[in-house]
């Protein structure tokens, strides 16, 4: 038997008599509802009349609605003067605008499931279609319904100013000097305003100079320093070698003797204690080398839901598989799609993501070694998705003349890199500069003011 999908005729009435009554509602219900919230083909209608008027700034009442009706051919489709006379006269109070909006919302996402799952019925039974297609479907219009929470379609001035004044106040008043996830490198920071939400992070260098290293630095300086949760997509990299760096890092015990087991007991009781005050931080690492882009967003988007991710890296670009039954042998093609999906995906969640990406051979020709942007691996899509893109630069990794810091015995062997951020599409370019103590896996920020690039 057939089933008629979930509706209410009073609350749809309700609203749309308040909306030729009252003005003031107008705009909050523009903002959250379309016409296709409205189960009733009239009621579709007659709000479609509402929403154009006022996208023209024109007087919403009985009057100018049944004129635009009228103008339109849809004055006796629903059921003409008298019908617009009958919802005015049907609304109790305006004062229950929200009950009302509510109940045609709710109304409204219980379609949306059942629509959604006649499309997984149809699309299974549908061999052509391919699995992950269906799959990535469903998650990306799940996530939309599990996440809605009325927000704005449109934003007008007025709002926008007003929300920025109180933003700039609560940074003055709680001391927050920055609009984005703090990286825990200062003058990253100060030079970012913090990795923001919705965007795409490039960090590029040639191998072994310490990329995934430094990826690896910031996401435990993210997760440990200010709490945030992170997820760390590891496609070369076992998760295991990553939590020996981990552990390295916080205890300042080479590398190599930890994985070793080569430890003092006193370094042992250090190494326990130490650890423990990062047992609990949320840092989440995935390692199977063989995931495409699909993979990422499918695993991404429940950690969004489960986890309540902030940032996510991704270790590195050109190993993400390509989409399965890609015809295309173009590299660049390729990465261009996994670029943009990236690129999407950061800007569906709201969390910023780092991906990790190789550089050509080409900067190893020239005089001067520091990388350029056209020396991003196979294609110059990454460049334009991006929205920042860094390069980590080791003068010794040409020379090969590591000098130790005599001054210093307690750190060993010292490197210095340079972090060129070459593009920042919202803020300015520079240099940043670290010592990397390869035993300890270890990126420390020098006292520095950041050297503009611009």
Same mark, same amino acid.
């Given at each position: ?156 001035? =007025? $709002? *926008?100013?007003?929300? /920025? !004044? ?9 001391? +927050?000097?920055?609009?984005? @996830? ?57 998760? =295991? $070698? *990553?939590?020996?760096? /981990? !552990? ?9 003797? +930890?994985?070793?087991?080569? @430890? ?80 999407? @995906? ?109």
């Amino acid at each position: 038997m057939m089933k008629v999908p979930p509706y209410s005729e009073e609350a749809e009435k309700a609203i749309l008599g308040i909306l030729l009554t009252d003005s003031e509602n107008i705009y909050d219900s523009i903002a959250y509802l379309d016409e296709e919230d409205y189960y009733l083909p009239h009621h579709k209608i007659i709000f479609q009349s509402i929403k154009q008027l006022f996208l023209q700034n024109k007087a919403i009442d009985i009057l100018t609605v049944s004129q635009y009706l009228r103008e339109n051919n849809n004055l006796e489709k629903i059921q003409g003067l008298t019908y617009l006379t009958h919802l005015t006269e049907s609304v109790p109070t305006t004062a229950n605008f929200s009950p009302y909006f509510e109940i045609i919302k709710e109304k409204s996402l219980r379609r949306n499931l059942i629509k959604i799952a006649n499309s997984i019925i149809s699309d299974s039974y549908n061999n052509s279609i391919d699995i992950k297609t269906i799959i990535d479907m469903v998650e990306s219009e799940i996530l939309k319904i599990t996440e809605f929470d009325y927000k704005d379609k449109f934003v007008i001035l =007025k $709002d *926008l100013l007003l929300n /920025i !004044i109180e933003d700039i106040e609560h940074r003055m008043k709680n001391s +927050i000097q920055y609009t984005g @996830l703090q990286t825990g490198f200062n003058h990253l920071d100060d030079l970012t305003s913090g990795f923001q939400r919705g965007n795409l992070i490039v960090l590029a260098a040639r191998p072994s100079m310490g990329k995934t290293t430094f990826a690896i630095n910031l996401a435990a300086n993210m997760a440990f320093q200010h709490d945030y949760n992170i997820g760390f997509f590891s496609l070369e990299m076992p998760a =295991k $070698d *990553l939590g020996y760096k /981990i !552990i390295s890092q916080v205890t300042k015990i080479a590398f190599e003797n +930890i994985k070793r087991g080569n @430890l003092q007991y006193s370094q042992m009781n250090d190494l326990i204690e130490k650890i423990s005050s990062i047992y609990v931080k949320n840092l989440i690492f995935d390692d199977n080398s063989n995931v495409s882009v699909f993979d990422i967003k499918q695993k991404a988007r429940r950690l969004k839901v489960k986890s309540k991710l902030d940032a996510l890296f991704i270790d590195y670009l050109q190993i993400i598989s390509p989409p399965k039954n890609t015809r295309s042998e173009n590299r660049n093609v390729i990465i261009s799609e996994i670029s943009k999906g990236l690129k999407i @995906l950061a800007k569906e969640l709201d969390i910023p993501i780092v991906v990790l990406s190789q550089l050509s051979r080409s900067v190893e020709k020239r005089e001067d070694k520091r990388p350029l942007l056209s020396d991003l691996r196979e294609s110059g899509a990454i460049e334009q998705d991006a929205d920042i893109v860094a390069f980590l630069h080791r003068e010794d990794y040409y020379t090969k003349n590591r000098k130790e810091d005599a001054n210093d015995s307690r750190h060993g062997s010292k490197s210095l890199t340079e972090l060129l951020i070459q593009k920042h599409r919202n803020g300015s370019t520079g240099k940043l500069l670290y010592r990397f103590y390869p035993e300890y896996s270890l990126f420390e920020e020098l006292e520095q003011s950041a050297q503009n690039l611009d």
